[in-house]
């Protein structure tokens, strides 16, 4: 690799490995496969249908879409023009998919003939922002396609997450960040260019799009998978000739609980990276069943750059690494560890993470007042609890702000909340997160009901089932006559945890 030239922009990027390899095979799909060059052609193609639906630099592209091929054509062409993809979580349910809608402002909507828009017939959304519903197989492609001047500043992707208050936000990441990240991965896990990284974690999770194929698109192979299942994940792995991949704790954990058979170790993947830590015997547990090496790190949608176990050195197991830095620029990625005093964490003391490296998000898409408080000082304040050995290893102690890890999922409690408040007599609610069997957190719903009346479990289930996504909807409702409060009144739910 060309470090002195590596290109600063996602379309800089392909255009630059094509030129290098472009009859090599690269992406991996099911039974199908595209070479470097086939992959520009389709996201050129897709680019032109973008721009037949009037997608101009600087416009958000929603992508309402499962991991396949075109999304992530879809994704490179929208970039390609200098827009913004906005690739969002076909989980959703309407009501939420139209407050991200009214968020991000999409020119057009790419989704699914057989997703959640066309299912609800969202035609009152379409009208109302002006925005067209289109199916990827519906987009033109024969057309002109313009050279646009794209900036490694210029956002390239927003990705959604839940706002503590509930609210959605969107987090913009640049090409600089991504491009960056594309020419570190591969360092950061010690792969070469023979390496096929295998995505099975959502493209509208930063992690798929960054690491898996990002990283891909600098060094190596991509193999895209619709989903992850545990019953047939190793079988799909070796089809699609893997040799690396991505996944969350849960997803390990799940994996070990499955029956042992002779897939376990009918494979080729050689490195697992996976957030966050898992207990050491469970970790040797996984390497020895699967025969392969298991990493850990810390990222985040806000930044890329956070921290990873060094590959050249012995397994500090039950820590998050040391911080990313980058095989070309150095040291570019700083931390502090702050107390809630405002003063910086001796040795061993626990506190805030935070992070200020050239791949942080500028911010939150239209939200000056999120942006302003979680960039204070011009450092990224995580809202993660760790603390710092004398030798630079991180160990993840604790979330700080009100967002509970939920099967790779950030859920906001107040956005939940919320939703269980709309139910006909419920007066208080409270959601919690309590440790799960999978290496998490499960959602508890504690709710008191108005006087005199008793709430049906299984009706506010139902209910909440059709306003949120499933990964949202809690484990369990818990029945009490009143929530315990705290001297100014607040609901105490350090108590219900």
């Known amino acids: 690799m060309d470090r002195a030239t590596f290109p600063a922009t996602i379309p800089a990027l392909l255009a630059w490995r094509v030129a290098r390899e472009p009859e090599r095979p690269w992406l991996f799909f099911e039974d199908r496969v595209w070479t470097l060059s086939e992959v520009a052609r389709e996201?050129?193609?897709?680019?032109?249908?973008?721009?037949?639906?009037?997608?101009?630099?600087?416009?958000?592209?929603?992508?309402?879409?499962?991991?396949?091929?075109?999304?992530?054509?879809?994704?490179?062409?929208?970039?390609?023009?200098?827009?913004?993809?906005?690739?969002?979580?076909?989980?959703?349910?309407?009501?939420?998919?139209?407050?991200?809608?009214?968020?991000?402002?999409?020119?057009?909507?790419?989704?699914?003939?057989?997703?959640?828009?066309?299912?609800?017939?969202?035609?009152?959304?379409?009208?109302?922002?002006?925005?067209?519903?289109?199916?990827?197989?519906?987009?033109?492609?024969?057309?002109?396609?313009?050279?646009?001047?794209?900036s490694a500043d210029d956002a390239c992707v927003l990705i959604a997450t839940s706002g503590t208050t509930g609210a959605p936000k969107a987090v913009v990441q640049t090409h600089r960040a991504y491009t960056l990240t594309a020419e570190a991965f591969a360092s950061w896990l010690d792969l070469t260019n023979d390496d096929r990284l295998l995505a099975v974690l959502p493209l509208f999770h930063i992690n798929a799009q960054a690491y898996s194929t990002m990283g891909a698109l600098a060094s190596g192979e991509l193999a895209l998978a619709r989903r992850f299942s545990a019953s047939r994940f190793w079988e799909?792995?070796?089809?699609?000739?893997?040799?690396?991949?991505?996944?969350?704790?849960?997803?390990?954990?799940?994996?070990?609980?499955?029956?042992?058979?002779?897939?376990?170790?009918?494979?080729?993947i050689r490195v697992f990276y996976g957030a966050l830590a898992l207990p050491e015997e469970t970790h040797r547990a996984f390497?020895?069943?699967?025969?392969?090496?298991?990493?850990?790190?810390?990222?985040?949608?806000?930044?890329?750059?956070?921290?990873?176990?060094?590959?050249?050195?012995?397994?500090?197991?039950?820590?998050?690494?040391?911080?990313?830095?980058?095989?070309?620029?150095?040291?570019?990625?700083?931390?502090?560890?702050?107390?809630?005093?405002?003063?910086?964490?001796?040795?061993?003391?626990?506190?805030?993470?935070?992070?200020?490296?050239?791949?942080?998000?500028?911010?939150?898409?239209?939200?000056?007042?999120?942006?302003?408080?979680?960039?204070?000082?011009?450092?990224?304040?995580?809202?993660?609890?760790?603390?710092?050995?004398?030798?630079?290893?991180?160990?993840?102690v604790s979330r700080k702000k009100h967002v509970i890890r939920r099967r790779g999922e950030n859920v906001a409690a107040a956005e939940v909340e919320g939703v269980i408040a709309a139910f006909p007599g419920v007066r208080d609610v409270a959601v919690v997160g309590v440790p799960s069997e999978l290496g998490e957190e499960e959602l508890v719903a504690y709710v008191a009901p108005d006087s005199g009346v008793d709430i049906d479990v299984a009706a506010l289930r139902a209910f909440v089932a059709t306003q949120l996504a499933d990964f949202k909807v809690p484990s369990e409702f818990r029945v009490r006559d009143a929530l315990p409060r705290t001297a100014t009144e607040r609901i105490a739910k350090h108590e219900l945890a």
């Open 43 to 150: 996201v050129a193609r897709h680019a032109v249908g973008l721009t037949a639906q009037g997608v101009v630099r600087g416009d958000r592209v929603a992508m309402v879409l499962a991991n396949t091929p075109d999304t992530l054509f879809t994704w490179l062409g929208a970039n390609q023009l200098g827009a913004v993809a906005v690739m969002l979580n076909p989980a959703h349910k309407p009501a939420e998919l139209t407050a991200l809608f009214r968020l991000v402002t999409p020119r057009v909507v790419v989704a699914s003939e057989h997703g959640p828009l066309v299912a609800a017939s969202l035609g009152a959304l379409e009208t109302s922002l002006r925005a067209p519903i289109v199916a990827p197989s519906a987009l033109p492609t024969d057309g002109p396609l313009s050279d646009v001047d794209v």
């Open 287 to 396: 390497e020895a069943r699967f025969g392969l090496r298991l990493t850990v790190g810390y990222g985040m949608s806000e930044t890329t750059f956070g921290t990873v176990w060094p590959h050249d050195q012995a397994p500090r197991f039950g820590t998050i690494g040391r911080l990313r830095q980058h095989p070309r620029l150095g040291e570019i990625n700083r931390a502090r560890i702050v107390k809630d005093d405002g003063s910086d964490a001796a040795v061993g003391e626990t506190g805030e993470l935070w992070l200020a490296s050239p791949a942080v998000t500028p911010g939150y898409f239209q939200n000056p007042e999120e942006t302003a408080k979680a960039l204070e000082g011009g450092w990224l304040h995580t809202g993660d609890l760790v603390r710092c050995e004398a030798d630079g290893f991180f160990t993840f």
């Open 236 to 268: 799909e792995a070796a089809a699609l000739g893997a040799t690396q991949c991505n996944g969350v704790g849960a997803m390990m954990h799940i994996l070990l609980r499955t029956a042992p058979r002779p897939a376990d170790r009918a494979h080729r």
